[in-house]
C-alpha cells in the first residue's frame, strides 16, 4: 500500500482528545479581562476551535490589540496545563486506527508552545505519524488550511480522509477541505448543531467511537488497509 493511498486520519486535539475547551474558555476570560473586556464564557466557548486570528475579533472587535490578548491568554493557559487530561480512551483510539493501517494525523488550532503538554496528556506518540498546528498554517479553522496542510505533510489523498472533531468550525473546515467529519460531544456542542452543520456521524466520546468503530464512517476508510 502506497502513502498516497493509505487511510488517513485528522483528529482535532482541543474538545475531542483532550478536555480542554473549558480550560481554554478560562484562559481567554482572563485575557480578555486583563486587557478591559469582560466577554461571557458562554459566548468565548462557542467560539473555542477557531485559531486565535479568528477568534479574538469574532469576541472583541477588529480594534482590539489581537497580539497581546493572544500571549495573554498562552500565559494563563500555561497555568492550567497540569490540569489536562485526555477522554477516556483517547489513545486507544489513535492506536486502534493506526494498528488498521491508518495514518493518524493530529490536525489542530492550538499553538506549537501548547502541543507539548496536550501530547503527554494523550500519551499516544507511538500511534502519531505527523502533527499540524495553527503556527503551520496562514489561516486557521475554520479556513481549510490546517487540514490541508495535514494531508499534505503525511502525503494523504483527501478521497481517503476523514476528519475527528467536536466543534461547528472543525466540521466546517474539513468541508471546505473536501472531507468528511465525524463528531464528538466533549467539546459542548450539540447532536444536532454538529449534524447541521454537516458532520456525517456524531458520538458520545472518543470512547463511544472506539466501541462502534468497525461500524463507523472511520471503520469504513479502514475497513480495506489491513
Known amino acids: 500500500m502506497t502513502a498516497q493511498t493509505q487511510p488517513g486520519i485528522l483528529f482535532d486535539i482541543d474538545g475531542t482528545l483532550v ?70 480512551r483517547a489513545g ?30 494523550i500519551d499516544a506518540d507511538d500511534a502519531i505519524d505527523e502533527i499540524t498546528s495553527s503556527d503551520d498554517v496562514d489561516e486557521s479553522k475554520p479556513d481549510p488550511d490546517i487540514f490541508q496542510a495535514a494531508m499534505q505533510k503525511a502525503g494523504l489523498d483527501p478521497h481517503e480522509t476523514i476528519v475527528v472533531g467536536d466543534t461547528k468550525w472543525d466540521v466546517e473546515a474539513a468541508r471546505r477541505s473536501g472531507l468528511d467529519t465525524v463528531a464528538v460531544l466533549t467539546g459542548g456542542w450539540s447532536r444536532q448543531e454538529l449534524g447541521d452543520a454537516g458532520a456525517v456521524a456524531v458520538y458520545d466520546d472518543v470512547a463511544d467511537l472506539l466501541a462502534n468503530l468497525d461500524a463507523s464512517p472511520l471503520g469504513d476508510r479502514l475497513r480495506d488497509a489491513v
Not at 28 to 36: H, K, L, P
Not at 107 to 119: I, N, P, Q, Y
Request: net charge negative; glycine share 6%; charged share 30%.
Open 19 to 88: 478536555d480542554s475547551n473549558y480550560l481554554h474558555t478560562i484562559a481567554w476570560f482572563r485575557a480578555f479581562d486583563s486587557v478591559g473586556y469582560r466577554v461571557p464564557m458562554a459566548r468565548i466557548h462557542r467560539a473555542i476551535g477557531m485559531g486565535s486570528d479568528k477568534l479574538i475579533p469574532s469576541l472583541i472587535g477588529d480594534d482590539a490589540d489581537p497580539k497581546n490578548a493572544d500571549e495573554l491568554h498562552g500565559e494563563h493557559y500555561r497555568q492550567l496545563h497540569d490540569e489536562l487530561r485526555a477522554f477516556d
Open 92 to 121: 486507544d483510539l489513535l492506536r486502534a486506527c493506526k494498528e488498521r493501517g491508518a495514518r493518524v494525523v493530529l490536525a489542530t488550532s492550538a499553538k506549537e508552545r501548547d502541543l507539548e503538554a496536550l501530547t503527554r496528556a
